[in-house]
């Protein structure tokens, strides 16, 4: 779970002018809390355009847009997606460099310059939807409003979810709504149930050539750790073997030392009784 944080005051980010989006379709369950999210059609479709291809390392970007305070309740209204351009990316990871963030600002004053960052959006390639530790790093440093908001895909599941600040802690959103300009119809071409529950699908060819290779990788972790073992034990009977050596040795030297101490001794004992019979008359 995330660390608490305590609210920041937000009456300089909020409007309370503006209307809410009146041509809206309702994805998921009904949202209880106290924030409900908006995102336009045209964004929401530009986002899954743009992730369906993204199958292997993880791809993201900022989401641009406004917040509105009415029924008390804080709505977030996603106006617009900025690509990550130039970040650093894996497959479970993704990097936000000095330069993306120069290219994020740039964006903005030309595209929107009357809207804000107001979260981010990443996808999870076959691995469903939630926050790693790493995402949460990353919301708690860099996404940290209380508007701040943070978007999962995974294009291959084909499923989605957002995450918002609940009193102090990251909180799965259970549903947000889709809208455009009245008169503009809405029209859903994903499979609704997918983009509220996070069930996962049959593996399609890249998933099963994907877990292959994990698996592969996997045995080959294994052979080495079992070869490290293997290592390590002929290390330590080698080391027992040379600790034998010595010991052997040193015991061979002690009796060498007894040995020339005797000689010594009976060399000493020769002269004595020599000597003894010379001095007799």
Known sequence: MAKKR????IS???STDERLPQNIYSIGEHVE?????????????AIHHYTVDKVINESGGVLVGNVIEQFGKMNIIIHGFIEAKFCEATPTTLKFTHETWEYFHKVIAKKF???????????????GI???????FIQENFF???????????????IEGFYFWINGQLERCKGFYLCDKTGNKIRIERDEKKESEPERKPLTGYGIFRNIILGLL??????????TINLNGKVS?????????VDSANQNFAVMQQQISDLQNELEDQKLSQADGEIQP
């Open 6 to 9: 305590k609210n920041k005051r």
């Open 12 to 14: 300089s980010h909020v």
């Open 33 to 45: 809390v106290n924030k409900n999210i908006y995102i336009y059609q045209s964004v929401y479709k």
């Open 113 to 127: 310059p009357d809207k804000k960052i107001i979260g981010w959006i990443h996808t999870h390639p076959d691995f």
């Open 130 to 136: 939630f926050l790693s530790e790493y995402d949460k």
């Open 144 to 158: 940290k409003e209380d508007y701040d908001i943070a978007y999962v895909v995974d294009p291959i599941q084909n």
């Open 218 to 227: 996997s045995l080959v972790s294994i052979i080495l750790l079992y070869g």
């Open 237 to 245: 009977e080698l080391q027992n073997q040379q600790r034998a050596i």
